[in-house]
């Protein structure tokens, strides 16, 4: 795998960014861990130099691939510390070069929950020993995610947090609410949070409608995701801070945010690939690898969704990446833990719908990587000339399916293996280097 100080050239590649307008067949040369060429004759201009110097290039014939700038997810859940059976941060930042990730905001529900600087810490400092993609860590809003007691985020900040957010609970408390805004404002700090009225979702397994139902489980409504972000896109008005919803999932999520948008006001939302592509059908036979929090709806919330995604309206993908062992999901239905791993399969699974709805290609390079970075107030990655070397090479006509036992995560908990997935990452830079380099098979 090349190195730093190595130069890298992709020859004949398709580049594209549609942040700096580019679409092209070119090459497209890495040196110093930096875009230093792009152009028709980039790698044939650079050979003099190389032979005058002595260096050595690695070149990779890249026909019939696309480059693109590397990805960016907003949710992610690596586990550590506390669940490494699970999931762990090298696990995790694995996971993610595979998948063609640069950086990773990772949600702080671990055990000990990253309420204070010493767990955001120990993460940044897995992530360094790893030197793959960039770990971004999120506190807490709340102390132990209680919902009571703020967290010292300015402590959080210094210590590297890019955001807050109780991701898997919701902050309930409207004045607690509205103080987290107020105080991350002072920060620039995004405040993340996962819409959920508790009230109106106790003892929930499955979204709330006929298939409920039919199997007889207790059903989350929507108007429990649909209360909260219209509570919460209020307070970002009254405060002016920075407002971010998770995993939005319902139609009237949709109309909210539009709302919201339409009047200025600074809220940001993103979607999951299984909320743009699954709807509560998959959980007959009682599927746990399909139980999942928000739950997966019905056909109108998911066409809302990706409607709702091509328009800018949600502006980010993210994966909600949540790996569960088998101890956690090989049970009885209610008893299983909600989520699913998305890392390695999110590209796979979403460049199909550039074919089959309005969502365009460049649209979901936007979601995919510069909409996210500039929520987390990470520089986007970018193929411009002189921007650090962020970039994913992907085959988008190779069809395969995802197989567990060549996982890089440790846990395998997805509805999607085996299926038929379009659009396969082949290489991933980050941090200037080559992180990931598919095998070939
Ligand atoms: O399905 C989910 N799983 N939703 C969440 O909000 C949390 C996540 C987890 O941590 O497993």
Same mark, same amino acid.
């Given at each position: 795998?090349?190195?730093?100080?190595?130069?890298?050239?992709?020859r004949n590649v398709r580049?594209?960014?549609?942040?700096?307008?580019?679409?092209a067949v070119v090459d497209?040369?890495?040196?110093?861990?930096?875009?230093?060429?792009?152009?028709?004759?980039?790698?044939?201009?650079?050979?003099?130099?190389?032979?005058?110097?002595?260096?050595?290039?690695?070149?990779?014939?890249?026909?019939?691939?696309?480059?693109?700038?590397?990805?960016?997810?907003?949710?992610?859940?690596?586990?550590?510390?506390?669940?490494?059976?699970?999931?762990?941060?090298?696990?995790?930042?694995?996971?993610?070069?595979?998948?063609?990730?640069?950086?990773?905001?990772?949600?702080?529900?671990? @055990?000990?929950?990253?309420?204070?600087?010493?767990?955001?810490?120990?993460?940044? $400092?897995?992530?360094?020993?790893?030197?793959?993609?960039?770990?971004?860590?999120?506190?807490?809003?709340?102390?132990?995610?209680?919902?009571?007691?703020?967290?010292?985020?300015?402590?959080?900040?210094?210590?590297?947090?890019?955001?807050?957010?109780?991701?898997?609970?919701?902050?309930?408390?409207?004045?607690?609410?509205?103080?987290?805004?107020?105080?991350?404002?002072?920060?620039?700090?995004?405040?993340?949070?996962?819409?959920?009225?508790?009230?109106?979702?106790?003892?929930?397994?499955?979204?709330?409608?006929?298939?409920?139902?039919?199997?007889?489980?207790?059903?989350?409504?929507?108007?429990?995701?649909?209360?909260?972000?219209?509570?919460?896109?209020?307070?970002?008005?009254?405060?002016?801070?920075?407002?971010?919803?998770?995993?939005?999932?319902?139609?009237?999520?949709?109309?909210?945010?539009?709302?919201?948008?339409?009047?200025?006001?600074?809220?940001?939302?993103?979607?999951?690939?299984?909320?743009?592509?699954?709807?509560?059908?998959?959980?007959?036979?009682?599927?746990?690898?399909?139980?999942?929090?928000?739950?997966?709806?019905?056909?109108?919330?998911?066409?809302?969704?990706? @409607?709702?995604?091509?328009?800018?309206?949600?502006?980010?993908?993210?994966?909600?990446?949540?790996?569960?062992?088998?101890?956690?999901?090989?049970?009885?239905?209610?008893?299983?833990?909600?989520?699913?791993?998305?890392?390695?399969?999110?590209?796979?699974?979403?460049?199909?719908?550039?074919?089959?709805? $309005?969502?365009?290609?460049?649209?979901?390079?936007?979601?995919?990587?510069?909409?996210?970075?500039?929520?987390?107030?990470?520089?986007?990655?970018?193929?411009?000339?002189?921007?650090?070397?962020?970039?994913?090479?992907?085959?988008?006509?190779a069809t395969w399916e995802?197989?567990? $036992?060549?996982?890089?995560?440790?846990?395998?908990?997805?509805?999607?293996?085996?299926?038929?997935?379009?659009? $396969?990452?082949?290489?991933?830079?980050?941090?200037?280097?080559?992180?990931?380099?598919?095998?070939?098979?």
């Open positions: 795998m090349p190195v730093d100080g190595e130069v890298l050239i992709f580049a594209k960014d549609p942040a700096c307008e580019l679409d497209v040369v890495v040196e110093e861990g930096r875009v230093s060429r792009v152009g028709v004759d980039a790698s044939e201009s650079l050979k003099p130099e190389l032979l005058a110097e002595q260096r050595r290039a690695v070149v990779i014939d890249a026909s019939n691939r696309w480059l693109l700038p590397a990805f960016v997810d907003l949710h992610a859940h690596l586990r550590e510390p506390g669940h490494e059976y699970k999931e762990d941060v090298h696990s995790g930042l694995r996971a993610a070069a595979a998948g063609g990730y640069a950086h990773v905001c990772v949600m702080p529900n671990t @055990n000990p929950v990253n309420d204070t600087r010493s767990v955001t810490e120990l993460m940044l $400092r897995r992530a360094r020993e790893f030197n793959g993609p960039r770990l971004h860590p999120i506190g807490a809003i709340t102390v132990g995610q209680r919902g009571e007691q703020l967290t010292e985020m300015a402590d959080l900040r210094d210590a590297g947090a890019i955001g807050v957010s109780d991701d898997g609970v919701c902050v309930m408390n409207s004045q607690v609410m509205r103080r987290a805004l107020e105080y991350a404002a002072n920060f620039d700090m995004p405040v993340i949070q996962h819409c959920e009225d508790h009230d109106l979702t106790q003892g929930a397994d499955m979204h709330e409608g006929e298939v409920s139902s039919r199997l007889g489980l207790r059903g989350w409504p929507r108007v429990a995701e649909d209360v909260i972000l219209a509570r919460d896109v209020l307070l970002a008005e009254y405060t002016g801070a920075r407002y971010h919803a998770a995993h939005l999932s319902t139609q009237g999520a949709v109309r909210i945010m539009q709302e919201a948008k339409s009047r200025g006001i600074s809220a940001t939302a993103e979607v999951t690939p299984h909320h743009l592509l699954l709807t509560d059908e998959a959980v007959i036979g009682y599927q746990t690898a399909c139980k999942v929090n928000p739950p997966l709806r019905e056909r109108g919330d998911v066409d809302a969704l990706v @409607n709702a995604l091509a328009d800018g309206v949600i502006d980010a993908v993210a994966t909600d990446h949540a790996p569960h062992s088998s101890l956690e999901k090989d049970c009885e239905f209610s008893a299983a833990s909600p989520g699913l791993i998305g890392l390695e399969l999110c590209f796979g699974l979403l460049l199909g719908l550039t074919d089959t709805s $309005r969502l365009s290609l460049n649209r979901l390079i936007d979601a995919l990587s510069t909409a996210p970075a500039k929520i987390a107030g990470i520089a986007p990655p970018s193929l411009q000339v002189g921007s650090a070397a962020e970039l994913v090479l992907v085959d988008p006509e995802f197989d567990p $036992r060549h996982a890089h995560s440790k846990s395998h908990n997805t509805p999607f293996s085996g299926k038929p997935l379009k659009g $396969r990452v082949d290489m991933t830079v980050a941090a200037g280097r080559v992180v990931f380099q598919r095998t070939p098979s």
